[in-house]
């Protein structure tokens, strides 16, 4: 390690021991309680506490941007130049159904080029993420079941498009506990209110509800907003202080009557944990205490402030991050799309590029899953109006499930390297097709996990994130 | 007589009744052996062998080939040509052949030509042992229930009631007793705790230890069970098993609300309360509709058990299977779930009984209309209920009426025919996107064409005009009309002269003239001149056939928007209007039943065999009978609710014995499947469950036993972690932590702030954590189920949940010491003690009124130290919200506090903008000032502590037409600050780096109008941090609109009582 490097470990290591609830004796037989164990051994007392994986996985943690709404892939990340050439035309073939009724080919009115080594090709929506292009690994081929936003969103999140199912941040939780137990192990930032299907996209499902994404509306600004309960209004610290000794103390006397009742202590402790937890949430959340510099890498927007939560989270241990574009669907460009998509890429490209930049200064990329997407992509053709929907506008495109794009970075995926094609056109994917549920399963190798055999019993069998499907795509490995 | 004899599955095969093939020759056995065998067991047997069964195939043995797979045959033994698996392992494409082993797995040629050959030779397999079948019928769950006998105890002095002796047995068996007795106290806690889900009072802690009768015991459980309360415990552990919530789930637009969700509940907790015996309390809530006669109907409620799930976007395969889910799990302990796409792994579920219990409930339906509960005398609010609903709906329907009646607008006529001309002309043209495309309804459209295709047509007296003339180029169209309006041989005298009316310049005017002679014919009589025209409106199938409901699917999105918004409307005054008379949300029988389809791999699209109405096989007499009653719900009912099923009753007493003791007798109170183990104590769980259904099925009996044993009368200390480390022979009594109702209901009730008061529909919880209303009627969401409920490991409304989980985490802390519910129950515990004379007596009572206990005086020297620390220690800095202003010559700050909060915006009155103060308001973001330097709005911080702070902010004015604002921020030790002017449109960074301040000094931010109070909307929202650590003190937008109390000592330590161990937890 250089010098920067044993820095920036140790300050981890720092950041993340300050949130350990136990002292170093107790963590240390977890870990060794719990050592590569094939299903997660849960302690009720501590459900959070950090767990290994069965297998090795390169990823320790995820932060998965969610453009939901569903981002054209053929203005993007996956070039078309048939679609130049057919503008304006009917696309030979069969028709594909979508959700709604298409038209001709519509070309892209973005321009693209090449970006690092690998030479891949990104519009000029994402140019500042696009200098990582060396970094990433895009995947052009990506399935999902149907044109619809409800049940494409909860394939996404659950692998399952309608019944209740925990979500992929629950499952990693259940999975790996967290590094940092005073603060939530899987947090959901979405500004100004819920995407489409709302909390079930972070649900917890059968697991316990520990594991569920603790939501928190990011187009806040203090952390009395962000948090619940963070802060008390009635007491200052040192009287806090003392009141909490109080009630240690009292508890100490009653536990000490009651020899060998681990849930007393249990509970005991967990107020010390919310008392820490007071400070390193308002610490975690509060950004200002970045340098400005860093500040301004990301912009201060709604989104870059966001990205930079997620970092701080990330940095102090916090298992899964998932960054919601904002409440709705907004990537939904049925009409307007050339306008629509600029302003949307333009309010995430900075973060994004900003992110990476400094998950790889801090040493964390190689430990964090970056994964970029929505919930499926556009037509290549144009959509057509409907009365009431599209205004009789014809410059937008409706949903695609049958081919579209998502990249990863970081945690162990391959990077600079492009996996799989859609046709000519950008409608279906054809080649080395990766339906969600094989993203899910290559998703959990990548953190320590066969899914196959990573179950959960419920309801009389053992349920899996991929259900009965998916395979895990190797080439996505490095 | 039940029996189970000669019950046959199609997976415990014993593997004789299948074709028995010639002897095979000792070369075809080689030929096997060496090529066939090892093909099968490379590339078949990881799907279809011994663990595992793909699509119901099975290949591991001679007779599970012939048997086949879910379809049916695979081989026809000789004729490979004919057989589906031949097809398979050569990927030809057909109906019902998948390719095997997988698209990029073929066979190689070979082995393909192997398995041929070995069809062909009509597969010779050697004689071997077949491979054992699991029989299910031993499974123990499956066995009748029978009453053990006593056993023979020593410690017979320690039996309280029967169920003592199993457990006693058990624990001398092991050279253990029972632990000693508890205290009166202690009994008494875990009794109000088990019976009515909230700790006990001090009074009756007191008033039970001091009845000193042999029967005080009885005589207290006899009160608490005969006590409203016990069924709001009770009641509440069955919606746990019921997947009780009060919405639907994710339905898109439709309102989420269940109207009548509450009156399930409000049945359940009565039935729990009249010991309504358990048998009919399922088959009420199966198949109350069968079963409720007479005047009374209540007991049709019963039936949201089925109704209240989740609705899954309103999937109806989804919604069923819910159904049965919560039927078979909740009161068989038998997982269907698996059956839907395949036969179950281990239990004898086969998809064909999924599918006879689908047809049950898709033989059956919610009606539009939910029944009145009666009996039911209309009221004052009742009467303004149904006007107001009348009303309501009435702007729903005349909405369709109106979209009906606006489709035979003559502009609307014209622009069917327009469309229909166009059908004639243009090949392929798609009428019905065309139609929708000009916001026109395709069933008026196919309306119109069948009435009027016929008469289109050379010389017909109504047609020939449009057909003469629709082909006609535009330049020419002039000449030609005029042409034949010359010369009218045969026309329509109505037509002619409406056609004569306007100039016929372009084919649109003729159709106009067209559609003015419909529209003029519309409703005249059958002698009107117009009577051929009047006849296409009301010819059967035309355009006035279809019903105005019916065009609603037709309708343009935003009229789609605007219908399901009033539909919502009176919706959500069902579910919100406490005037609503309640409702059942019943369920009854469709007319025509229907059988049952087998959905092979659970996919719709995939019919397989069909299947009658009737209970599982493993449960059935035989020979097994169809349902015959309707649906086949009533049947169902009673099956499970007979003395005969070996389930129904084991079932329920484990739930029960989970709910008193703290750990079930069979682990999985939901599945008593074959890979369930017997219970520990399996004569104890039969004990009680014969018990049960001799004392008819009381639920009341049931309890009074557990509860009055010396089992649950003994100490929770653990003694014997050697012999007994999980208590699994119940060496010791478990301690409880009150789950998240027992804690809220506790605390309320200890602070004198519980009301008992039954039934109703749900209050809003979480946005008045403090109701005084007890928690299990509080509003469930099951879509965004609030963290609370979560945290507090609340049963999750989205499944049947058989056992909550109990976790332990800062969050649940971080509530308890933060949450304004705690804070305000010990505000009001403290100002009642405040008014004693001493320290001592106040925590003497606090501990009374919480603990029931006086404080030992160790604990109460620590209580008085406390208080006198904690009244030294910091206070916590405060905001508060004003208007007035600095006055620069006083340099004196005038600050009248804003009193009004509206949805997050503080005014000085209730008038906005007010005559006095104009636009001033506050907000956490922003806000805007009065008219003059004097009506500033001011935030108002009391820094409470000594300390070194800088102060942040960005002072933001959004609009350029304001002339500006300024800000000043003023101490009340130093003075003015600093101050700034941001004009209108601009931005500035409203900064002090460094401010020393002393305790309880007091810094406004003042923001004034400047230069004129015209449009000037601000955000300002000032951040203040320690100086040295960046730590954040305190946000004006953060602690906005929180009213800052100081927390008095007092109150602090009534709350370390409501948050301590002992509180927290039955000993």
């Known amino acids: ?478 | 007589m039940w029996s189970r004899l000669g019950i046959f599955f199609s997976f415990t095969l014993t593997l004789t009744g299948l074709a028995e093939g010639p002897v095979p020759t000792a070369a075809q056995l080689e030929f096997f052996e060496k090529e066939v065998r090892p093909v099968l067991v490379e590339n078949c047997y990881k799907c279809h062998g011994e663990k595992k069964q793909k699509a119901s195939l099975r290949l591991d043995a001679r007779d599970f080939v012939l048997k086949g797979d879910e379809v049916g045959e695979v081989v026809v033994p000789g004729h490979p040509e004919a057989s589906r698996l031949i097809k398979a392992i050569n990927h030809v494409k057909a109906k019902d052949v998948e390719p095997m082993p997988g698209e990029d797995d073929k066979l190689s040629p070979r082995a393909i030509a192997a398995i041929t050959e070995w069809v062909k030779q009509g597969l010779p397999w050697p004689a071997e042992a077949a491979p054992v079948a699991h029989d299910p019928l031993q499974h123990w769950a499956f066995q009748p229930v029978k009453a053990p006998a006593l056993p023979e105890v020593k410690a017979k002095e320690r039996v309280k009631t029967s169920l003592d002796y199993f457990v006693l047995a058990q624990l001398e068996h092991e050279g253990l007793s029972l632990s000693p007795e508890v205290p009166k106290e202690v009994l008494a806690k875990r009794l109000y705790l088990t019976l009515w889900g909230v700790s006990p009072t001090d009074e009756e802690i007191q008033a039970f230890v001091h009845d000193t009768s042999p029967q005080a015991t009885e005589k207290l459980v006899d009160q608490l069970l005969a006590n409203p309360a016990f069924g709001e415990r009770w009641g509440r552990h069955w919606l746990d098993v019921a997947r009780y919530a009060d919405t639907k789930g994710y339905v898109f637009e439709e309102e989420r609300r269940y109207a009548y969700a509450y009156t399930y509940r409000d049945w359940v907790v009565a039935a729990f309360n009249r010991d309504l015996p358990y048998d009919q309390f399922l088959r009420l809530q199966i198949a109350a509709d069968r079963l409720v006669t007479g005047e009374d109907n209540h007991d049709l409620a019963a039936l949201g058990f089925l109704t209240l799930g989740r609705r899954f976007l309103n999937n109806q395969q989804d919604i069923i299977d819910d159904r049965m889910d919560v039927v078979m799990r909740g009161t068989q302990a038998l997982t269907m779930g698996c059956a839907r796409c395949h036969d179950h792994k281990f239990d004898p579920i086969p998809t064909t009984d999924y599918y006879s219990l689908y047809a049950v409930f898709n033989s059956s339906e919610e009606p539009k209309e939910k029944p009145l509960l009666k009996p039911f005398t209309p009221t004052k609010d009742s009467q303004e209920f149904d006007q107001e609903l009348a009303r309501l709906e009435a702007k729903a329907s005349e909405m369709v009426k109106a979209r009906y009646e606006g489709s035979f607008s003559l502009e609307k006529t014209t622009a069917y025919l327009t469309i229909l001309n166009r059908s004639f002309l243009e090949k392929g043209l798609n009428v019905d996107l065309e139609t929708k495309r000009q916001a026109l309804y395709p069933p008026v459209y196919h309306g119109w064409e069948k009435a009027l295709s016929t008469h289109l047509k050379p010389n017909d007296a109504v047609g020939a005009f449009w057909w003469q003339l629709r082909e006609v180029p535009e330049v020419q169209f002039a000449v030609k009309a005029k042409e034949l309006l010359a010369n009218p041989v045969g026309l329509d005298p109505v037509l002619l002269e409406n056609l004569k009316a306007k100039p016929l310049l372009k084919f649109s005017d003729v159709l106009a003239a067209y559609a003015q002679t419909l529209v003029n014919a519309r409703g005249k009589s059958e002698v009107a001149p117009q009577k051929i025209w009047a006849s296409f409106w009301s010819a059967e199938g035309g355009p006035l056939s279809p019903k105005p409901e019916s065009l609603i699917a037709s309708y343009s999105v935003s009229d789609v928007q605007g219908y399901r918004k009033l539909v919502r409307e009176a919706e959500a005054y069902k579910a919100t209007s406490p005037k609503s008379p309640p409702r059942a949300m019943v369920m009854q029988d469709k007319p025509n039943p229907v059988n049952g389809t087998v959905f092979l791999r659970g996919n719709a699209g995939r019919p397989g065999k069909s299947v009658p109405r009737q209970y599982l096989a493993i449960l059935s007499s035989t020979p097994r009978q169809p349902f015959q009653h309707g649906s086949g719900r009533l049947d169902l009912a009673n099956a499970i609710a007979d003395k005969n099923n070996p389930l129904t009753a084991r079932v329920m007493v484990n739930r029960a014995w989970s709910q008193v003791f703290g750990q079930p007798l069979v682990e999985t109170p939901s599945d008593f499947g074959v890979r369930t183990p017997a219970p520990r104590n399996p004569a104890l769980l039969d004990h009680l469950a014969s018990d049960f259904m001799n004392q008819g099925w009381s639920m009341k009996k049931l309890i009074r036993t557990m509860v009055l044993s010396a089992t649950f009368r003994q100490s929770a200390a653990i003694t014997n972690v050697n012999k007994d480390p999980d208590n699994s022979l119940l060496s010791h009594m478990n301690r409880r932590r009150l789950d998240f109702e027992a804690m809220r209901d506790s605390m309320l009730r200890l602070s004198d702030r519980l009301e008992f008061k039954t039934g109703g529909q749900p209050f809003d919880l979480i946005g008045d954590f403090t109701n005084s209303r007890r928690t299990v009627y509080g509003f469930i969401d099951r879509q965004n189920l609030p963290s609370v409920f979560r945290t507090f490991d609340f049963a999750n409304p989205d499944y049947h949940v058989p056992k909550r989980n109990q976790t332990t985490t800062p969050q649940q802390a971080l509530w308890m010491i933060n949450h304004p519910f705690v804070r305000s129950l010990s505000d009001s515990l403290a100002q009642r003690f405040a008014k004693l004379p001493t320290a001592e007596q106040q925590v003497t009572s606090l501990y009374r009124k919480l603990l029931g206990r006086n404080p030992t005086a160790q604990e109460l020297k620590l209580a008085v130290d406390f208080l006198r620390e904690e009244a030294l220690l910091p206070v916590p800095s405060t905001w508060q919200n004003g208007v007035g202003g600095w006055n620069a010559v006083t340099k004196q700050v005038s600050f009248t506090p804003m009193k009004v909060n509206l949805k997050g915006r503080l005014t000085p009155t209730d008038q906005f903008p007010d005559p006095f103060y104009g636009h001033a308001m506050l907000t956490s973001a922003g806000g805007h000032p009065g008219n003059h330097e004097t009506e500033a709005v001011i935030r108002r911080w009391n820094a409470s502590a000594a300390v070194t702070v800088k102060i942040e902010g960005d002072l933001h004015v959004p609009s350029k037409v304001s002339q500006g604002v300024r800000a000043r921020i003023v101490s009340s030790v130093h003075g003015l600050l600093g101050e700034w002017t941001v004009l209108g449109g601009e931005t500035k960074s409203v900064t002090l780096a460094s401010v020393a301040l002393a305790p309880q000094e007091v810094i406004d931010f003042i923001l004034d109008d400047w230069k004129g109070p015209n449009s000037d909307g601000f955000t300002w929202s000032p951040v203040i941090k320690d100086a040295k650590t960046g730590e954040v003190v305190s946000s004006a937008a953060g602690e906005f609109g929180q009213v800052s109390q100081v927390q008095t000592p007092l109150s602090a330590l009534a709350q370390v009582l409501l948050e301590c161990n002992e509180f927290n937890f039955a000993d």
């Open chain 1, 1 to 478: 390690m250089t010098p920067e490097e044993l820095f920036q470990h140790s300050r981890r290591q720092f950041l993340r021991q300050c949130g350990m609830g136990f002292g170093a004796a107790a963590l240390a037989a977890m870990l060794q309680r719990d050592l590569l164990a094939a299903q997660p051994k849960i302690d009720p007392l501590h459900p959070l506490a950090p767990r290994r994986p069965p297998l090795n996985g390169k990823a320790k943690h995820v932060i998965h941007i969610f453009a939901n709404g569903g981002p054209s892939h053929v203005d993007t990340f996956d070039r078309k130049v048939m679609l130049d050439k057919y503008h304006g035309q009917k696309l030979p073939g069969d028709y594909i159904a979508t959700e709604r009724k298409t038209g001709a080919a519509y070309r892209s009115p973005f321009n693209f080029k090449r970006y690092g080594k690998s030479g891949l090709e990104v519009s000029e929506l994402f140019e500042k993420t696009a200098a990582f292009a060396d970094d990433l690994c895009v995947i052009r081929s990506m399935k999902a079941d149907v044109p619809n936003h409800e049940p494409s969103l909860l394939l996404m999140n659950c692998g399952e498009a309608r019944q209740v199912r925990p979500s992929f941040g629950s499952w990693v939780t259940y999975g790996l506990g967290t590094e940092n137990e005073n603060l939530p192990g899987f947090i959901t930032l979405c500004p100004g209110g819920y995407p489409i299907q709302e909390t079930q996209n972070w649900q917890c499902g059968f697991l316990p509800g520990v594991y569920q994404g603790n939501y928190v509306d990011s187009s806040k600004r203090t952390v009395d907003e962000l948090i619940e309960n963070i802060r008390n209004h009635g007491l200052s610290r040192p009287a806090q202080r003392r009141q909490l000794d109080l009630l240690s103390r009292l508890n100490a006397e009653h536990q000490a009557a009651r020899p060998q009742d681990m849930a007393l202590e249990a509970r005991a402790q967990s107020f010390e944990m919310a008392y820490r937890m007071q400070l390193e949430a308002t610490d975690a959340f509060d950004i200002s205490r970045e340098p400005a510099s860093v500040r301004e890498m990301y912009g201060d927007t709604v989104q870059g402030r966001q990205f930079l939560i997620a970092r701080r989270l990330i940095e102090r241990g916090v298992r899964f991050v998932q960054l919601w574009h904002g409440a709705g669907q907004p990537w939904d460009s049925h009409d307007d799309l050339e306008v629509q998509h600029r302003k949307l890429a333009h309010e995430s490209d900075q973060p994004t590029a900003a992110l990476l930049t400094d998950l790889k200064q801090l040493g964390l990329l190689d430990e964090t899953l970056v994964m970029w997407g929505g919930e499926f992509g556009r037509t290549p053709t144009v959509e057509l109006p409907t009365p009431g929907s599209n205004a009789g506008k014809i410059n937008g495109r409706d949903h695609n499930n049958h081919g579209f794009t998502m990249w990863l970075a970081g945690g162990g995926v391959k990077p600079g390297y492009v996996h799989g094609e859609t046709d000519e056109f950008g409608f279906k994917s054809v080649k080395d097709v990766v339906h969600v549920h094989d993203l899910h399963a290559t998703l959990l190798r990548l953190l320590g996990f066969n899914h196959e055999e990573f179950t959960f019993r419920h309801a009389g069998r053992d349920y899996r994130l991929t259900d009965v499907y998916g395979k895990i795509v190797n080439p996505l490995i490095a």
